[in-house]
């Protein structure tokens, strides 16, 4: 079945340590999203790929970068987590203008 | 910046009745509105999506939309335990659809008591 694949589930880093999440899609979609969701709160978008476009949104920290390889695959790094970015992360794919989002299954971040 | 209100709950419901969840949006010139499903840990699932005034009818869930009222609002019929998750409603940043991305309500808690 095509998909969208978060690696991996659960991660535990040390505080100030570099993480790298992944996340691939089989659905061909040509657009790519990061979101970050922390307990009780709404999934707040951190930045997305409109094919190999890089779209940053105004209020992510710099500590978060990602990269877009190929159309499959695209990397969240966070370059010295903080206690603060404990939260699970979330991929998304979505085909531009067609209204339909998919989202993997989620990588839980616990920053210790 | 495009809002998205929703009512965080708890709401505690019977098993079998009608569960309603109500939404509203900031930007008039919003066109689609979706419902997602998350149960606790995992991530969302759509559920409904839509785009018309008036009503859309899938199985059990019905969306509402009322665009002079800013509001659209799910309902669940015959509601189970297992419809106990929190529901998101979300409104793409853009207002054509486009590619930025969905703004999300906090979401509403629901239970559904056996």
């Known amino acids: 079945d095509a998909m969208v694949i978060q690696n991996p589930r659960y991660q535990v880093t040390q505080f100030g340590k570099p993480v790298t999440l992944s996340c691939s899609q089989t659905l061909n979609h040509n657009v790519m999203y990061w979101y970050q969701q922390k307990s009780s709160q709404a999934p707040k978008l951190l930045f997305h790929?409109?094919?190999?476009?890089?779209?940053n949104e105004a209020d992510t920290p710099d500590n978060f970068q990602s990269r877009r390889p190929n159309t499959s695959f695209c990397f969240l790094d966070i370059r010295s987590p903080g206690l603060g970015d404990a939260a699970m992360y979330l991929c998304?794919?979505?085909?531009?203008?067609?209204?339909?989002?998919?989202f993997g299954s989620g990588t839980r971040l616990t920053v210790v | 910046q495009k809002e998205v209100e929703q009512n965080s709950g708890p709401l505690s419901v019977p098993e079998g009745a009608i569960a309603s969840l109500n939404c509203t949006y900031s930007?008039?010139?919003?066109?689609?509105f979706f419902w997602y499903r998350q149960y606790s840990g995992k991530s969302p699932e759509l559920i409904m999506s839509?785009?018309?005034?008036g009503d859309k009818e899938d199985g059990r869930f019905t969306a509402q939309l009322n665009k002079a009222s800013q509001y659209v609002s799910l309902l669940i019929r015959d509601s189970q335990p297992s419809d106990s998750a929190t529901y998101l409603c979300?409104?793409?940043?853009?207002?054509?659809?486009?590619?930025?991305?969905?703004?999300f309500g906090k979401g509403t808690h629901l239970i559904i008591q056996p």
């Open positions: 979300a409104v793409p940043l853009q207002a054509g659809g486009g590619a930025d991305g969905l703004t």
């Open positions: 790929y409109y094919d190999k476009d890089f779209n």
């Open positions: 839509i785009y018309s005034n």
């Open positions: 930007d008039r010139v919003s066109q689609s």
């Open positions: 998304a794919t979505s085909r531009a203008w067609t209204g339909g989002y998919t």
